[in-house]
């Protein structure tokens, strides 16, 4: 029987999130009657995609399944400059949802990548770490594991330094970091860490709510980093915490109807 839930704070959108959104309506408004497209999930939230689906937006995987010269918007985590070039090309009207975070990240890939080698700090496959690391070449880790395995390919004559994704763990990007220390002593490390503000504060308070708390309910989609995230670090010390999709929501609705609990 639930007895009380607690409601972590800050929680919801971030500010990068709720741009993207609301840069998509504003070019959709701009350009009424006309198809516009999307590159990728606007952002990692399947009720927002849908939404904009029932609203006309059309989402696309690639840029071949736009016709040229349409309007096609990027995504809130960014693209590779291979990408801008390729719309470019074909003639394609721009517009660029990415995050303002992530855009830095990109501009210091840019100042660095003729000086330094890079280890990226990511998630493979992940549409952040794609887009940045299609800004130069780098070593993609996601563990400490992944450092010592790269012990052969860095030339210890040459700057060496690391970016990271925007939405990662805390605490085990910590970890990631202090074995590039130990790995390789002559690393310089950036003056600031590229997680960014909305992640680090959700998952502060995920972490300060779990005396409080048996398990942990968190509102997002399988598919977003920060979503999981949370999970993860519930699951650390309550292991029965879960994530609800819209479609688990159903399903909870369910089991709790002889509860107390009312959901909306
Ligand atoms: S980088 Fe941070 S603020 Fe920007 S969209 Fe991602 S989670 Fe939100």
Same mark, same amino acid.
């Given at each position: 029987m639930l007895e009380k839930i607690y409601l972590a704070n800050p929680r919801g959108f971030c500010a990068g999130v709720k741009y993207a959104i609301s840069y998509v309506e504003q070019?959709?408004?701009?350009?009424?009657?006309?198809?516009?497209?999307?590159?990728?999930?606007?952002?990692?939230?399947r009720r927002?995609?849908?939404?904009?689906?029932?609203?006309?937006?059309?989402?696309?995987?690639?840029?071949?399944?736009?016709?040229?010269?349409?309007?096609?918007?990027?995504?809130?985590?960014?693209?590779?400059?291979?990408?801008?070039?390729?719309?470019k090309q074909r003639g394609m009207k721009i517009g660029d949802a990415t995050c303002p975070l992530v855009t830095r990240v990109h501009r210091?890939?840019?100042?660095?990548?003729?000086?330094?080698?890079?280890?990226?700090?990511?998630?493979?496959?992940?549409d952040?770490?794609?887009?940045?690391?299609?800004?130069?070449? +780098?070593?993609?880790?996601? =563990?400490?594991? %992944?450092?010592?395995?790269?012990? @052969?390919? $860095?030339?210890?004559?040459? !700057?060496?330094t690391y970016? +990271?994704?925007?939405?990662? =763990?805390?605490? %085990?990007?910590?970890?990631?970091? @202090?074995? $590039?220390?130990?790995?390789? !002593?002559?690393?310089?490390h950036p003056a600031k860490d590229d997680i960014c503000y909305a992640t680090t504060e959700r998952q502060e308070a995920v972490s300060l709510m779990m005396q409080e708390i048996d398990a942990?309910?968190?509102?997002?989609?399988?598919?977003?980093?920060?979503?999981?995230?949370?999970?993860?670090l519930a699951q650390k010390s309550k292991p029965h915490s879960f994530i609800l999709s819209k479609r688990s929501l159903v399903e909870i609705k369910a089991g709790f109807r002889s509860s107390s609990i009312k959901f909306k």
């Open positions: 070019v959709q408004a701009a350009n009424s009657g006309e198809q516009i497209y999307v590159r990728k999930e606007i952002v990692h939230n927002v995609v849908e939404d904009m689906k029932k609203r006309g937006i059309r989402f696309i995987n690639d840029l071949d399944e736009a016709p040229d010269g349409s309007t096609v918007v990027f995504s809130a985590h960014g693209v590779a400059p291979s990408v801008v070039e390729a719309a210091k890939a840019r100042k660095i990548k003729d000086t330094h080698q890079i280890i990226y700090i990511g998630h493979e496959g992940h952040e770490a794609i887009g940045t690391m299609g800004e130069a070449s +780098m070593f993609l880790v996601e =563990s400490p594991e %992944d450092v010592v395995r790269l012990k @052969d390919r $860095i030339d210890p004559d040459k !700057p060496l970016l +990271m994704q925007t939405t990662l =763990s805390v605490a %085990d990007t910590k970890n990631v970091v @202090d074995q $590039i220390s130990k790995t390789f !002593p002559f690393v310089e942990m309910l968190v509102i997002g989609a399988d598919n977003s980093s920060n979503s999981l995230r949370l999970l993860q």
